[in-house]
Each structure stands twice: as structure tokens, then as C-alpha cells.
């Protein structure tokens, strides 16, 4: 992990460059990246992170500290960024200073500890106070807390992102001992991390991680163990009564699609008997499936239709298997398995999944496919004069014909 320190602080004056642990004096406004969350506290009254897309079009200028300009930032470019926009940035790798649409003039070489430290020095009387800057933000993020807010209050059938994330968290906070400070949070996929980023809120520096530099997915699993042997393990080697004892739960939150390209690691933590909790949410697809309730997934996408001819129809090429049992595959590789389908059937598992301390639990979540949505991805669009993000279709499934209907009855 590279960006071990990183921090954007946003602010409208140029004067505000300023680490934002000075937050709270300064009044500078910062957005922390996935890897920077919980340096600051995510509940911190100057945190962005609930009107970041306001704050991103709206600052005239950056402070890019410790973190790299990539896609999680969309690069530092419109239109998500203000066209005029000036980002300074701070590094300790001097390749990484004056990429992307960073200014080289602002770039600062150096251990951010010790910029910062400076910075504040230089800057010990300023404090930022624009009331329309703040009111922008604030404005902007009472109206997504709102919807966020009202999505992870309301039940629905099938089970939604929110709606999972909030009783997985709910329930994962009533049952730890020291509370949410002892949960620590892995995630990939696509959804499965950007809306779990705002759920699970942490309040310390390395209680979570998201996927590689390059939105690399495969790596969740293995940063889970990673994690389990450094909170729970290192300091067995050496322990010492002046040492508090360490134990953290790691909780790897996977979309299905990020799960499969390293499951085998469930394997790994069995044999190690690693007691980390991996949530899959399972909407049958890359960020969208093709179906909800269609009995015969399969028969009524490959088989024969009525002419007796062949469907010409083809998979999205983000499909993937209907309601796949990583439950079962979870056992078959020594671990415990949960399928949920439900609000009920979810609270069980994870209180299952907690209790069993002897090797991985794999809670197999199916939740509301997505289908018949559209898709954007963002680096589909940076090719040559072509700056709105790629589209795909995905098509809906055919109707459930007379199979019957196969949904759920419960875990
Ligand atoms: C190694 C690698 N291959 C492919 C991709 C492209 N990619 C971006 S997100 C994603 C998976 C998203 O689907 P899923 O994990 O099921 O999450 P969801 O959005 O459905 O919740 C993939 C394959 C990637 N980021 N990394
Ligand atoms: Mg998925």
C-alpha cells in the first residue's frame, strides 16, 4: 500500500494549504481517500466525504497530500474537477509529483509528517472561513445524507446495498466487544466498495482497505489475511504485559465478481484457521446482474425457445451466474457458509459468522440484481476527445416461462 498517509484537502483559497489536521483551526474543508480514511474521523465536522462531489467541482484549489491523482480522484480532471483548478501536491515518491493534471510549480518532494509540520508553522494564524463555500458543502451533503439515509432505513425485498451494509454494520457493532474501533473493513468490487465506503465509518487510520492502486480487484482476500496476521497474530511472537492485547475482527465486504478472482484464499485462511468474516453481495454481475427472480436462469437465457430454435441472445459480458452458492464453495474449502436472502436470515448469519472463531465464514447475501440499468464506466471515456465514460446496456432477462418460480424461501 502505497498511499499510507494520503489526505486531499479541499479549499477554495490558495492560502488554505494546510494539512487538515490542523482541520479544525484552519476550517479547510478535506476529503479523505479510501486509503486516508480514518486519519481524520469520519464523523470530523470538516470531513467532505458526504458532499464529495460538490466539494471536487467546487474547489478552486487542492492539496493533494500523500495520495496518489487517480481514478479514485478522477484524475484531477473535468468534468468531475473545476477546469481552472490548481492541485498541489505532497509526496514522498518524487515520480508521483506533477502527474495527471497536478501543477508541477506547486509540487512539494518530501515526508508529509515534516511538510505539514512546516506548513502549519508558516500558516499558524490562518483560518478559512468562507460561509457560501461551507454552505455549498453543507447544503450538499444534508440532501445525500437524506437519501442515504432514507435507503438504509427501509427494508425491501430483495435486499438492497444499503439496506445490507446498514444491518451488517448494526449488528457487527453490537456484537464486538470494543465496539466499532475493533472491526476492521476490506472491500472490493464495484458498488460493494463505493457504498460500503460510506456505511462502514471508521475512526481510526488502517480499519480499512480498498482495493489495489489500480482499482485492482483479487486483492481483497489476501489483504484480509494480511490484516488478520498483522492486528492478531505479530504480537503473539513477542508478548509483553505492558503490550495491550491487540484483537481486531476483519471483515472482507466482496462483490461477487471481486471474490472470484482469488475465492481459493478461503482455502488458505481455513487451513490457518483464520477467523475472517467475508461478506459476499452477490447481485449475479459486474455493478449490475441481468435477473431477479428467474427461476431457470439458465434455461431461459441458453435453451430452446418455443420454435424449438436456439435464443441468439448473449450474456452481458458482465453476467455472471444466477445467485451463485459461494455458501457451498465456502464449506467445500473448510470455511462455514451462510446464504441470506432476507433481513432475518441476514442478522443470524452475521451473528453466526461471528461466533465461529475457528477458521473464515462466507455470508453468501443476495441482493437486487440491478437489472435493466445502465453501466458507466468512467475510464471507458478517456480516450481521445471522448470525455463522457463509456455505456453499456444490460439487457433484462426474458420473462420466467413455466419453470416455475425458484425465489427464496429463506437461508
Ligand atoms: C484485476 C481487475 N480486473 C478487472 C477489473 C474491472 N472491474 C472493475 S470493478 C469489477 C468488479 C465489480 O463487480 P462486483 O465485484 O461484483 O461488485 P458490484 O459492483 O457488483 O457490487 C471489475 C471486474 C479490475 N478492476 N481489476
Ligand atoms: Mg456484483
Not at 492486528?231 to 462483490?255: F, M, Q
Not at 433481513?343 to 459468522?353: N, S
Request: aromatic share 8%; proline share 6%.
Amino acid at each position: 500500500m502505497r498511499e499510507d498517509l494520503p489526505l486531499s484537502t479541499i479549499s477554495r483559497s490558495i492560502e488554505g494549504f494546510i494539512g487538515a489536521d490542523e482541520g479544525d483551526r484552519t476550517k479547510i474543508p478535506f476529503l479523505p481517500t479510501p486509503q486516508g480514511k480514518g486519519v481524520l474521523p469520519d464523523d470530523h465536522p470538516l470531513n467532505t466525504s458526504s458532499a464529495r462531489s460538490a466539494a471536487i467541482i467546487g474547489a478552486d484549489v487542492v492539496l493533494l497530500v500523500g495520495a496518489r491523482l487517480n481514478w479514485i480522484l478522477h484524475f484531477g480532471e473535468p468534468p468531475k474537477w473545476s477546469p481552472g483548478v490548481r492541485i498541489a501536491q505532497i509526496d514522498i515518491s518524487p515520480e508521483e509529483l506533477g502527474r495527471g493534471t497536478a501543477d508541477p510549480t506547486l509540487s512539494i518532494h518530501g515526508d508529509i509528517t515534516s511538510v505539514i509540520t512546516q506548513l502549519k508553522t508558516y500558516l499558524s494564524d490562518y483560518c478559512h472561513a468562507s460561509s457560501s463555500w461551507s454552505n455549498t458543502l453543507s447544503t450538499s451533503a444534508a440532501q445525500n445524507l437524506a437519501i442515504a439515509r432514507a435507503k438504509a432505513s427501509t427494508p425491501t425485498s430483495p435486499l438492497t446495498y444499503h439496506r445490507t451494509f446498514t444491518l451488517i454494520r448494526s449488528t457487527l457493532e453490537s456484537l464486538s466487544p470494543g465496539g466499532a474501533e475493533n472491526l476492521v473493513y476490506v472491500s472490493e468490487g464495484a458498488n460493494t466498495m463505493d457504498i460500503s465506503r460510506s456505511i462502514f465509518t471508521v475512526s481510526q487510520p488502517r480499519q480499512r482497505l480498498d482495493a489495489g492502486t489500480y482499482a485492482t480487484m483479487g486483492v481483497g482476500l489476501g489483504y484480509a489475511i494480511a490484516a488478520e496476521m498483522a492486528y492478531n497474530h505479530t504480537h503473539e511472537a513477542s508478548p509483553s504485559p505492558s503490550s495491550p492485547s491487540i484483537r481486531k475482527r476483519i471483515i472482507s465486504l466482496e462483490g461477487d465478481s471481486a471474490l472470484g478472482f482469488s475465492l481459493p484464499e478461503i482455502e488458505t485462511m481455513s487451513r490457518y484457521r483464520l477467523p475472517i468474516i467475508i461478506f459476499v453481495i452477490n447481485n449475479g454481475g459486474v455493478y449490475h446482474g441481468i435477473s431477479d427472480n428467474t427461476p431457470a436462469w439458465g434455461t431461459d437465457w441458453w435453451d430452446m425457445d418455443k420454435e424449438g430454435k436456439r435464443r441468439d441472445i448473449l450474456l452481458a459480458s458482465t453476467a455472471l451466474g444466477f445467485e451463485t452458492e459461494y455458501d457451498v464453495v465456502a464449506r467445500g474449502l473448510g470455511g462455514r457458509g451462510w446464504r441470506v436472502v432476507d433481513e432475518e436470515g441476514l442478522i443470524g448469519a452475521v451473528q453466526g459468522a461471528w461466533e465461529h472463531r475457528d477458521g473464515p465464514s462466507v455470508v453468501n447475501i443476495i441482493v437486487a440484481s440491478g437489472a435493466g440499468g445502465k453501466l458507466e464506466f468512467g475510464w471507458l471515456g478517456k480516450g481521445k476527445g471522448k470525455r463522457s465514460g463509456g455505456k453499456i446496456s444490460i439487457p433484462k432477462l426474458p420473462k420466467p416461462s413455466s419453470h416455475g418460480n425458484m425465489y427464496h424461501d429463506g437461508v
